[in-house]
């Protein structure tokens, strides 16, 4: 089970960390990842973990403002959120996934595991 907390309310520039903690389980073998969804709009791809955790992985809207990060040890994926616009407001999910391969990581429909979301909400 997968438990997302963090989010809030930002104004433009500020920045906020989301927190996903499995409860019951370790993430060591797991590929991580966050997505959002918009109101109105699909679920898309934040950012990701590799299951080794040597590699992450972007979408190029955030990248070098946001930054993926995980404790194995306290089985927690973090989203450390920098310069946040107001196009970044939507709810943000984690998801796990044990099977997930590389060519689908940034892909929904590779994730068996989600969290419940944690809303961001930016204003300008």
């Known amino acids: 089970q997968l438990q997302a907390s963090g989010g809030g309310a930002v104004q433009a520039g500020g920045s906020l960390r989301l927190s996903c903690a499995a409860s019951?389980?370790?993430?060591?073998?797991?590929?991580m990842a966050w997505f959002r969804q918009a109101p109105g709009k699909e679920r898309e791809f934040v950012a990701a973990?590799?299951?080794?955790?040597?590699?992450?992985y972007y979408t190029d809207s955030v990248k070098g403002r946001f930054t993926i990060s995980r404790d194995n040890a306290k089985s927690t994926v973090y989203l450390q959120m920098d310069s946040l616009k107001p196009e970044d407001t939507a709810v943000y999910y984690c998801?796990?996934?044990?099977?997930?391969?590389?060519?689908?990581?940034?892909?929904?429909?590779?994730?068996?595991?989600w969290g419940q979301g944690t809303l961001v909400t930016v204003s300008s």
């Open positions: 019951g389980r370790t993430i060591r073998n797991l590929v």
């Open positions: 973990f590799s299951r080794s955790g040597g590699s992450t």
């Open positions: 998801a796990a996934s044990s099977s997930v391969i590389l060519s689908s990581i940034r892909t929904a429909e590779g994730y068996a595991n």
